[in-house]
């Protein structure tokens, strides 16, 4: 599974913006997928999540109620739209594959990261 993470850009604190992650191959309708971000001089950090099926999503604490996750296996996408950015959302952004977790290592695949940045 090869991931392509698109979407990022600047936008002023209150703004939206929705990332979308398409993937190749067959089996990424099998994979659950999630989204992390990693701020400057920060670790990567978990965002959200979402089953294969797309019936089970789960949110970081501080995106709950502003991010929400979807996917569409027939386009093998998934995308992350963001309401009611804050400064503190900057951050490059990357989705992966695998297996649903808050945590980087059961995900098997990553796409390359697209830059989010909020202004104030």
């Known amino acids: 599974v090869q991931l392509q993470a698109s979407g990022g850009g600047l936008v002023q604190a209150g703004g939206s913006l929705r990332l979308s992650c398409v993937a190749s191959?067959?089996?990424?309708?099998?994979?659950?997928v999630g989204w992390f971000r990693q701020a400057p001089g920060e670790e990567r950090a978990f965002v959200a999540a979402i089953n294969w099926s797309g019936g089970a999503t789960r949110y970081a604490a501080s995106v709950e109620g502003r991010f929400t996750v979807t996917r569409d296996n027939a386009k093998n996408t998934v995308d992350l739209q963001m309401n009611s950015l804050k400064p503190e959302d900057t951050a490059v952004y990357y989705c992966a594959a695998g297996s649903m977790s808050t945590r980087e290592f059961p995900y098997a695949y990553w796409g390359q990261g697209t830059q989010v940045t909020v202004s104030s």
């Open positions: 191959g067959r089996a990424f309708s099998t994979n659950d």
